[in-house]
């Protein structure tokens, strides 16, 4: 029987820091290190629509992150966008925790199974209180909340209208919007 070793987020950080991982598109999950998969015209596209029309929106209430790290237990994510606390100074010396976050966004393609599979799991596990998918093969929104253990209790899915995070329940946010193909 083989073992592997898993990494922490401290050793990850001094990987990091001493250029081993260079040039490397990776994110740490679950103490693996794992390669991203490359992003494909469309997921570029709605992953830029989506993060400007949340920075539109959420101008002086939240921090809109696209492809940056998150800090969790054994994990150190890079989902598609963040919605993080303010003030963005909070970020100088330390990359978004759970309690700075108010949802993440993971637009999904080629990574469908992993976005619906591992990356909910790691996200309930940590307590992010709301996560979302952007399925563009089935041009609809997935979203997850209340996490508990490794999921979540609520799971919807929406492809028109408008909808809401928790974290801002008077803002309405155009499904159109998020799912826009031009």
Known sequence: MTTLAKWSVEDYHLMIENGILRDRSVELLEGEIIEMAPEG???????????????DLLRGQAKVFE??????ANSEPEP??????????NYITRHPHTEDIYWLVEV???TLEDDLGRKKRIYANAGIN??????LQATEVIIFREPSGNDYKTKFTIN?????????PDLQIEVATLL???
Not at 67 to 72: E, N, Q, R, S
Not at 160 to 168: D, K, Q, R, V, Y
């Open 108 to 110: 999904s393609n080629a």
């Open 80 to 89: 598609d966008i963040a919605i993080v606390r303010l003030p963005n100074s």
């Open 67 to 72: 492809a940056h790290p998150i800090t969790l």
């Open 160 to 168: 028109e209208g408008t909808t809401n995070a928790i974290a801002f």
């Open 41 to 55: 015209p469309l997921h570029r596209f709605t992953n830029d629509t989506v993060a400007e029309y949340f920075r």
């Open 130 to 135: 709301e996560y979302w998918v952007i399925n």
């Open 180 to 182: 826009r193909r031009s």
